[in-house]
């Protein structure tokens, strides 16, 4: 029998979701997530609620056997990667043929795992990915909601020009000023009074721990902490955790989700029916595309376009690393990056290497721009999406990277790390932490996010940007969702 209580349904608990939890809880809309992953608030055995970086455990990655780090070896060896019991954990790595995608599960999605990089992208690079979207609109009211509400914030520059703790960045910084290359502050979620405090051993360490992938076990302001717990105190929302929606379809004027609810190993507790009246699709780029092209080939959503699956892209992302002293204490969270984008099409993150010893690397993650997309398809056989998409199309990424980076090395007499990404290779181009697309807002949906052929059915998450950004995407997809929640929430949801 279905649980039809629900006005509206949210699934996922990442950017895009939390944003339309709370716009709709505060408008009195009695709203219900949904989330496979589990809700990060219990401490293990060892006191923390995630495993440390550097000795990981069940906890790191969503039911895998060994931990998939993206660093694969050092100094050729692979002693970074470790057995795990398969669980429930907070990383996930996606393979498809010739890519693969890293996402965060549980209650906030990628908000658990990621460097927390808080960039509001260049005006005009935004207007010539969403062309139709008001640029004005968007840089005076919504980017500017999503970072107050995201509780962004920048860390003191006394602090970073003096803390050991980022020798690293002040080192890449003024290697890339010999290049002739310009870098920007960049601002975050961690909370860097947390982080001074962590520098001077007044505060329990989390990112000079060098927490990140796995979780920080303190001063990230995930959205549990931000948007989700707003969302909850308006009494409106609730979660559920564990649960997997696995098939949407009609129902009268709404939607009958089938969803799987499992314990953290895996084991199948009970399959639900969950009716809804609004249903806001917020599984991000993967997830939510799952769902749609399952529901149309199925012929549950018989009217969803022939858009859905198409315009994905990993935004240019590109991984390298260089030679460099950088010193054995590197905070996780990154706060410097190299700006070549105006004539390199370069935007490249000064990442950590938090391995607690020197490696003497220097290591990158370059955005870079890439006209190259990719599409979904379902597989009836596996009843789940594979990607198109040939490690060929990267080559312009490789181009881009390798007019900054060999520059970077002429000038610095440094060579790029062949060590790091597996032995030989020196540019890791088949993953992404950044995947977007596939319900490309204009095309599968309207300008608001509405898809197109069904009524009160909703896209609100990475998956309505077309491929690429040009920056680290979560303030993006927050204002985003910002921008369609206030419009959907005064129209659709009046009453
Ligand atoms: P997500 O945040 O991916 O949320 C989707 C949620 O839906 C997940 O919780 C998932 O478990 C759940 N879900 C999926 N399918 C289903 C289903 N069928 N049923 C129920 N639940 C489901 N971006 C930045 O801007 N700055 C950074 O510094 C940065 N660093 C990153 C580092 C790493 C390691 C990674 C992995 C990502 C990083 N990103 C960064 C990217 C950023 O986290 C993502 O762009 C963002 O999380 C995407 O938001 P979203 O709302 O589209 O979906």
New binding site residues.
Partial sequence: KADTNHEAVV???????AVAALRLGQRGIRTTM????QLWDEPGPDGKIFCPMLNPDRRAMWFKDRTEAPLETLLGLPIVNRPIERYAGV?DKVHFAEMAV??????????L???????TPKREYFEEVLPDVDADEMYGKFFPLANKTLRVNTIRPAFLESTSWYQYARTARRQAANAGFGTQVIPNVYDFAHMEGEARGTKPKSALAGE??YGNNHGKMSLDKTYLADALATGNVTIKTL????RIQQHQDGYLLTVEQRDPFGKLLNTKKISCRHLFL???????T??LLRARDNGDLPNLSDEIGRGWGPNGNVMTARTMIGGFQQSGM?VLAIDAWQDHEVFA?IAPVPAGVETLASLYLAITKNPERGTFHYDRGTDGITLDWRREQMKPSIRAVRGVFDEMNRTNLSTYRPDLFGIGKVFSDDFT????GGCLLGRATDEYGRVRGHKNLYVT???LIGGSIG?????S?TALAERNLSRITATDLNH
């Fill in positions: 699934i996922g608990t990442g950017y895009g979701a949904l989330e496979m992953g990383l890293y996402l965060g599960r549980g209650v906030g999605g990628g908000s795992v990621n460097g927390g990089m808080a960039v990140v992938i649960h997997h929606v696995k917020g599984a991000g780029s993967l997830g939510t799952e769902l990154p993150e932490y950044h995947p977007l998450d990475g998956s920056a680290n995407p979560f303030v997809i």
